[in-house]
């Protein structure tokens, strides 16, 4: 239903921040949920935030609270990921997603929730 492409990935160090954005090509992008995934090597991949489809509330992984803000801008068919005080461990590749269902209350932790995904942008932090 949603057509997604994350950017904004890269180098950073531990201590910076970094700005991940997702566009979306979707007519009814708004009335859908969206999140923040993430998979490093080796690992499954894991939920990091989530936002509802009209951004009035947020969920987050207990790893990135207080460091990574999730929002969006439905007039732009963006979701935006912000994300502060980086650490290594947040070192993955970096996906966002869109819910199966519309007008959903609840911000889904499963990949499972989530039909469309991007092809995910990486994200590096140095020691």
């Known amino acids: 239903q949603v057509q997604l492409v994350e950017s904004g990935g890269g180098l950073v160090q531990a201590g910076g921040s970094l700005r991940l954005s997702c566009a979306a090509s979707?007519?009814?992008?708004?009335?859908?949920?969206m999140g923040w995934f993430r998979q490093a090597p080796g690992k499954e991949r894991e939920f990091v935030a989530g936002?509802?489809?009209?951004?009035?509330?947020?969920r987050y992984a207990d790893s990135v609270k207080d460091r990574f803000t999730i929002s969006r801008d439905n007039a732009k068919n963006t979701v935006r990921l912000q994300m502060n005080s980086l650490k290594p461990e947040d070192t993955a590749v970096y996906y966002c997603a869109a819910d199966r269902v519309p007008f959903i209350a609840d911000i889904g932790r499963l990949a499972s929730s989530y039909e469309s995904w991007g092809q995910g942008t990486p994200v590096t932090v140095s020691s």
């Open positions: 936002i509802t489809g009209r951004g009035d509330s947020t």
């Open positions: 979707g007519r009814t992008f708004s009335y859908y949920n």
